[in-house]
């Protein structure tokens, strides 16, 4: 052969670093699934059963693992929070338990009092506004020709940062959550709203999680979709792969649901997808990877939405990594989130500054289509914007506004960073009250949007 000339120098090992998941029998380190074998571990039923859901739990689960500090700071912050709490076995067997204050897995789980900080002034429970877009229960229809259905607010999983905190899981002491649809008869009145609007193309079917969905419920959902003529493009929403990846192949009558609603919608010239949520590249194991490769072979497309955590992968580098493994797999990285304004976990969100080097770092790393949007979903039912596409950002104050004129014409919508991430200067200003309406109102004037009401409502 030929010798062929290399002007680039051989890609160092850290370039190889996504290929590189996690091995073996990795569960056997935690006290309690030390006895435990693969073919019970994979048990999706065994995963739900021994999901821990109570500080009591967690404290079994671990023993002699973690320090009895760090137990009596997570059970003080589980008393606090707003979101119940539930975390699968192999998600616990994937927390560096050497160090848990700083494990970007534990950080989207298990709250730790110690660690809390203040939320911001402006933030509201709903920040979404998902309420005031819901024509019926559990269906909101906020942009033109796509809609959110939430059939059910139970998860495998409970993220502390999540979104619908206002409704998904059980109420806690501190929040009694909002009803969606959460039976047969409900989703009916969905479904017709769906089909009386002709312009609905597409349906997110979420949650709650479809994971917890039984199989007769992904088949009535899904036929029922696909029936509605006009509607083109559906996909089922679970954070299931990232937490659970073993329901993949150890549940073959949920497989075999959404497989048949995919491969129906194939046969109308419908696309009928899976969105996911992984946050850490240390949430891909070989299980994920076995189990992206079950639904690949079956044609069943996957596309990624993360949210930018911090701690958890608010670093140029952890980000990347991530995308690459997520592209690995086959599974498109499609969204990264700005961390809504949700109660009660500050100190887990970050700066549009952030997200905008962040960005930068990972474009170009892989294929285009591997590499994730930036979006800020714009607290007040602006919808999803391109974090860099912001009208005006005032750094130092952390406020950015953004216009949505295919959403909501006319309007300004903004975004406040941590407070904590603020200069000293601009943090002692968001202590005045009339400051901050100030400082709000400026930002909006210099965005150059006229209506300044909605946001200082
Ligand atoms: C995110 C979202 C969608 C889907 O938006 P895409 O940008 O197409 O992923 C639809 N409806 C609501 C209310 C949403 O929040
Ligand atoms: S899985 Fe999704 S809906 Fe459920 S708690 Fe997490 S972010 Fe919220």
Same mark, same amino acid.
């Given at each position: 052969?030929?010798?062929?000339?290399?002007?680039?120098?051989?890609?160092?090992?850290?370039?190889?670093?996504?290929?590189?998941?996690?091995?073996?029998?990795?569960?056997?380190?935690?006290?309690?699934?030390?006895?435990?074998?693969?073919?019970?571990?994979?048990?999706?039923?065994?995963?739900?059963?021994?999901?821990?859901?109570?500080?009591?739990?967690?404290?079994?689960?671990?023993?002699?693992?973690?320090?009895?500090?760090?137990?009596?700071?997570?059970?003080?912050?589980?008393?606090?929070?707003?979101?119940?709490?539930?975390?699968?076995?192999?998600?616990?067997?994937?927390?560096?338990?050497?160090?848990?204050?700083?494990?970007?897995?534990?950080?989207?789980?298990?709250?730790?009092?110690s660690?809390?900080?203040?939320?911001?002034?402006?933030?509201?429970?709903?920040?979404?506004?998902?309420?005031?877009?819901?024509?019926?229960?559990?269906?909101?229809?906020?942009?033109v020709?796509?809609?959110?259905? @939430?059939?059910?607010?139970?998860?495998?999983?409970?993220? #502390? /940062?999540c =979104?619908?905190?206002? +409704? &998904?899981? *059980?109420?806690?002491?501190?929040?009694?959550?909002?009803?969606?649809?959460?039976?047969?008869?409900?989703?009916?009145?969905?479904?017709?709203?769906?089909?009386?609007?002709p312009e609905?193309?597409?349906?997110?079917?979420?949650?709650?999680?479809?994971?917890?969905?039984p199989?007769?419920?992904?088949?009535?959902?899904?036929?029922? @979709?696909?029936?509605?003529?006009?509607?083109?493009?559906? #996909? /089922?929403? =679970?954070?299931?792969? +990232? &937490?659970? *990846?073993?329901?993949?192949?150890?549940?073959?009558?949920?497989l075999?649901?959404?497989?048949?609603?995919?491969?129906?919608?194939?046969?109308?010239?419908?696309?009928?997808?899976?969105?996911?949520?992984?946050?850490?590249?240390?949430?891909?194991?070989?299980?994920?990877?076995?189990?992206?490769?079950?639904?690949?072979?079956?044609?069943?497309?996957?596309?990624?939405?993360?949210?930018?955590? #911090?701690?958890?992968?608010?670093?140029?580098?952890?980000?990347?990594?991530?995308v690459?493994?997520?592209?690995?797999?086959?599974?498109?990285?499609?969204?990264?989130?700005?961390?809504?304004?949700?109660?009660?976990?500050?100190?887990?969100?970050?700066?549009?500054?952030?997200?905008?080097?962040?960005?930068?770092?990972v474009?170009?790393?892989?294929?285009?289509?591997?590499?994730?949007?930036?979006?800020?979903?714009?607290?007040?039912?602006?919808?999803? #914007?391109?974090?860099?596409?912001?009208?005006?950002?005032?750094?130092?104050?952390?406020?950015?506004?953004?216009?949505?004129?295919?959403?909501?014409?006319?309007?300004?919508?903004?975004?406040?960073?941590?407070?904590?991430?603020?200069?000293?200067?601009?943090?002692?200003?968001?202590?005045?009250?009339?400051m901050?309406?100030e400082?709000?109102?400026?930002?909006?004037?210099?965005?150059?949007?006229?209506?300044?009401?909605?946001?200082?409502?």
């Open positions: 052969m030929a010798e062929v000339l290399h002007k680039k120098p051989p890609a160092p090992k850290e370039a190889f670093r996504h290929t590189d998941v996690l091995q073996g029998e990795f569960w056997r380190h935690v006290p309690a699934y030390r006895e435990i074998d693969e073919t019970t571990f994979l048990d999706h039923l065994w995963q739900q059963k021994h999901s821990v859901k109570t500080a009591d739990e967690l404290l079994r689960t671990i023993e002699g693992l973690a320090t009895p500090e760090f137990i009596a700071d997570a059970r003080t912050a589980f008393e606090r929070a707003p979101m119940a709490v539930r975390v699968s076995p192999y998600a616990i067997s994937l927390i560096d338990w050497t160090d848990p204050y700083n494990d970007p897995i534990r950080t989207q789980f298990i709250p730790l009092a660690k809390l900080l203040p939320d911001h002034p402006r933030l509201t429970l709903d920040s979404l506004h998902e309420q005031d877009d819901a024509p019926v229960p559990g269906l909101v229809h906020r942009y020709d796509k809609a959110l259905f @939430l059939p059910l607010n139970t998860c495998p999983v409970y993220c #502390r /940062f =979104t619908r905190s206002y +409704a &998904i899981g *059980p109420d806690t002491e501190n929040v009694d959550k909002v009803g969606l649809a959460k039976t047969p008869a409900m989703w009916n009145d969905a479904f017709q709203y769906i089909t009386e609007r609905l193309e597409d349906i997110v079917i979420s949650g709650g999680d479809t994971y917890q969905l199989p007769k419920s992904i088949a009535l959902i899904g036929n029922a @979709l696909l029936d509605i003529p006009h509607v083109r493009r559906m #996909r /089922f929403a =679970t954070k299931g792969p +990232a &937490i659970m *990846p073993m329901k993949i192949l150890t549940h073959p009558e949920w075999d649901a959404i497989t048949e609603i995919v491969d129906r919608g194939r046969k109308l010239g419908k696309e009928v997808v899976l969105h996911t949520h992984f946050n850490a590249p240390e949430e891909i194991t070989w299980v994920t990877e076995r189990a992206m490769r079950l639904l690949f072979e079956r044609g069943i497309f996957v596309r990624n939405q993360s949210v930018l955590i #911090r701690g958890t992968n608010d670093s140029k580098q952890r980000m990347q990594l991530l690459k493994r997520l592209g690995h797999m086959n599974v498109h990285a499609y969204y990264v989130y700005m961390h809504d304004m949700v109660k009660g976990v500050e100190e887990l969100r970050t700066t549009i500054q952030t997200a905008t080097e962040i960005e930068k770092f474009r170009g790393s892989t294929a285009g289509f591997n590499t994730p949007t930036f979006v800020c979903d714009a607290p007040g039912g602006g919808g999803k #914007r391109d974090v860099h596409s912001y009208d005006f950002y005032d750094r130092e104050n952390g406020i950015a506004v953004y216009s949505a004129p295919s959403v909501k014409p006319g309007k300004a919508f903004v975004y406040f960073d941590p407070i904590d991430k603020l200069s000293a200067d601009a943090q002692a200003r968001w202590v005045i009250p009339e901050q309406d400082m709000i109102r400026a930002a909006i004037k210099k965005a150059g949007i006229e209506n300044e009401e909605l946001v200082l409502a």
